[in-house]
């Protein structure tokens, strides 16, 4: 481990500080990010326990009262980034806590709490705090069930918005934002003027994004947007990261005590609704991921609305390793692909496969390489057993930070740093990941 590169890591989430959560990186993204900051929690508790834990409580603060909780939460004004508050319309409003998108993001809170607790050595300190938080947690899984299961009992959930997936301008999604009409106000993004714009998304794409945010604000739900469109999609991060929160959510419930045994059921009964209807779907979602499964060897998207494949490999394909959806023999052919994968860029895993029509080895979601995501890979290959490629997946990604530092993704042909440097989850992971 080089202890120099430990020492710009730390300074890198000191910095993004802002006193309880952490900007991804300054000006780019000056506000807190839904899963940027639980990744960013678990780097935090290699050096500061209580402060990892309260970049949680900073998210759960944005939660609304029916369990939802943003992608974005605007804790303070910044003029450096759009869409901010106002156009996504929540300036003010009396059921948004603190102004905030309309859209959430792969609801992974759980699994941060999890995590910080699973490894703390206080935790008789932290037991009372998840006994609090237990409802507002099962309320968010509740409200995705809720809102995002189109046809009952399909264990599958919809996004609705390329930025909800984390993989915004992903090639799978050119296909199903075709049927997507351009928003037709006037707007200056922010993002072009701070990196290049071959390294972000397009103007098309942002039109298109911001339609959709100026659905939500002029009311449409989150339920009919899901059911109807225009942009509707069983995203496998989303999916996968739900079902390995749920896991831990199942966790929390059992060391605090309230996992509802018979005894307790008619003690309470909105806990019991919670427990039951997590438990059916997680079911679910473990028969029917297998109707994503692509005879190629990977588990694929899916178009709700054309009830369609979206068959691109991308990284999201291999995550429901990580939430263990998989069998030991889809398992297996997916270390196969993997193991190409890796071998046709210079590092790490690409988040679109090189061999894929639209990979683009330094745009964004189009091929560059993410730390967050390959170590959620790895650590899903480790829970099949294949600790090899897990490996290999370490080695090529974090050579990255040895050779220039922490960026939000890099070239996954040159290795160059892309996007906004000096980033958040990019250095939490290396701290997480250096350590095991
Ligand atoms: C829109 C903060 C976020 C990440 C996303 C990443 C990017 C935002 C943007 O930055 O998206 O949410 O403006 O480009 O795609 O995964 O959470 O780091």
């Not at 506000?31 to 326990?49: M, P, R």
Request: glycine share 8%.
């Amino acid at each position: 481990m080089s202890e120099q590169l430990k020492q710009q890591a730390i300074k890198i989430l000191q910095d993004n500080d802002r006193g309880g959560y952490t900007v991804p990186t300054a000006k780019l993204y000056p506000f807190q990010w839904y899963w940027d900051s639980v990744i960013t929690a678990l780097g935090w508790q290699t050096l500061d326990e209580e402060r990892a834990w309260e970049e949680l409580d900073y998210i759960m603060k944005g939660q609304w009262s029916d369990g939802f909780i943003p992608h974005i939460i605007f804790h303070q004004q910044s003029d450096d980034y759009f869409p901010g508050p106002d156009f996504w319309g929540s300036l003010g409003v009396d059921d948004i806590p603190i102004p905030s998108s309309r859209i959430s993001q792969p609801p992974i809170i759980a699994l941060g709490y999890w995590r910080l607790y699973e490894s703390s050595p206080n935790k008789e300190k932290y037991l009372p705090k998840l006994q609090e938080l237990l409802p507002k947690l099962y309320q968010h899984y509740v409200w995705w069930i809720e809102n995002r299961q189109l046809n009952a009992a399909s264990g599958l959930l919809a996004s609705i918005h390329p930025w909800e997936t984390g993989m915004d301008n992903s090639p799978v999604w050119d296909a199903p934002l075709q049927q997507v009409p351009a928003y037709q106000g006037g707007y200056k993004r922010k993002d072009t003027g701070l990196v290049d714009a071959s390294e972000r998304p397009t103007n098309e794409q942002y039109d298109k994004y911001l339609h959709i945010v100026e659905l939500l604000k002029s009311g449409s739900s989150n339920k009919d947007l899901a059911q109807q469109g225009p942009f509707s999609v069983y995203d496998l991060c989303i999916i996968s990261l739900f079902h390995a929160s749920c896991q831990d959510l199942l966790k929390i419930a059992e060391v605090t005590g309230m996992t509802l045994d018979e005894e307790q059921v008619s003690s309470d009964a909105s806990y019991t609704s919670y427990i039951s209807t997590i438990k059916d779907f997680m079911q679910q979602t473990e028969e029917n991921i297998h109707k994503l499964w692509n005879d190629k060897g990977y588990f694929q998207t899916w178009d709700c609305l054309s009830d369609s494949p979206l068959p691109h490999k991308i990284s999201a394909c291999f995550l429901p390793l990580y939430a263990g959806l998989a069998t030991e023999e889809q398992a297996a052919k997916m270390n196969d692909l993997i193991t190409k994968g890796l071998a046709d860029v210079n590092f790490g895993i690409p988040s679109t496969f090189a061999d894929e029509e639209g990979y683009e080895s330094n745009r964004y979601w189009r091929g560059p390489v993410w730390f967050h995501i390959n170590w959620l890979i790895a650590q899903g290959l480790i829970r099949y057993g294949f600790i090899n490629t897990a490996e290999k997946i370490k080695q090529s990604t974090m050579q990255l930070a040895d050779k220039d530092g922490f960026w939000e993704y890099y070239d996954s042909q040159t290795g160059k740093g892309c996007g906004g440097g000096s980033f958040s989850w990019t250095a939490a992971t290396w701290l997480v990941w250096q350590k095991i």
